[in-house]
């Protein structure tokens, strides 16, 4: 199907530059992580939006449900120019994504750290899903409200089997499923968690003394530290999810929040699964 570019004229109610500002709002660059390139990646501050899909990823498959869709923005989670690049050859899957975003007029904006600290932010959103209480970040910032990952009690205790059964049930499905070190029956009251890739935390005291910690990309090496520690006594158990899935939750907040500042304009998530594993091989 060939690209269809919609001209823009006139005088339009919301433009990029709106949608740009109230992420902005919601979501201060302020907060994002000094590595972080978040914000408006392409398209033209002046052009009219009166749509815009959310997802996780700036991949070719978003970017074609995005043109598909005819809507006027992409919103993501990851940044798609995050490290640096020499080239966007169309070649390459980011120089597609950009050339086929770009040539259907539909901008492309990236809310990333800066989504994650905030009070309804990834985590929180994650610890909501789970009807964690008392909830607090693991690493809080000035704000004490806001911060990296997210601490906090079950209402009812449960077991880890239970607790990462449960989780099936929150989270979409993805090939790598759900992973988990510790016993069955160990007894869980207090969780630690990151959504996303969270093992920069694993010695952070909120989650060496909560009763599991909850995240993503776990590599061998810390996970193993961590899970002989659990075993000599002093850690938590482990559970690693998809990073997509962790992640993919948050967007329904981002959703209703952006709902709230930018009336009129309508907004969508993607069901997509851009979790990068298609299959796995269980021995």
Known sequence: ???????????VSTTVADVAAAAERLWPAAGAESWDAVGLIAGDPGAPVTSILLAVDAVLDTAAE??????????????????????????????????RLIRANCALLAA??????????TSAAFADRLGLI?????????????????VGRLPHPTTLG??????????????SGIRVAGEFDRPIST???????????????????ADVYITSDLRHHPASEARENARAGAGPALI??????????????????????????????????TDPWDFAIVQ
């Open 1 to 11: 199907m060939p690209l269809v570019r919609r001209p823009y004229t006139g005088t």
């Open 66 to 99: 995005a043109v598909d869709q005819g809507v006027d923005m992409l919103l993501v989670h990851h940044p798609l120019l995050l490290r640096g690049v020499t080239s966007v050859s169309s070649d390459r899957y980011k120089g597609a994504t950009l050339t």
């Open 112 to 121: 990333h750290t800066n989504a994650d600290v905030v009070e309804t932010g």
């Open 134 to 150: 008392d909830v607090r970040p693991i690493v809080a910032g000035a704000n004490p409200a806001r911060g990296i990952g997210r």
């Open 162 to 175: 239970t607790l990462a059964r449960a989780l099936g049930d929150i989270l979409p499905a993805t090939a």
């Open 191 to 209: 969780v630690a968690l990151c959504g996303g890739a969270g093992d920069a935390y694993l010695t952070e005291s909120a989650v060496t003394s």
């Open 240 to 273: 690693d999810v998809s990073h997509w899935a962790s992640e993919w939750l948050w967007l329904e907040n981002a959703a209703t929040e952006l709902r709230n500042e930018l009336p009129g304009v309508t907004i969508t998530v993607s069901e997509l699964r």
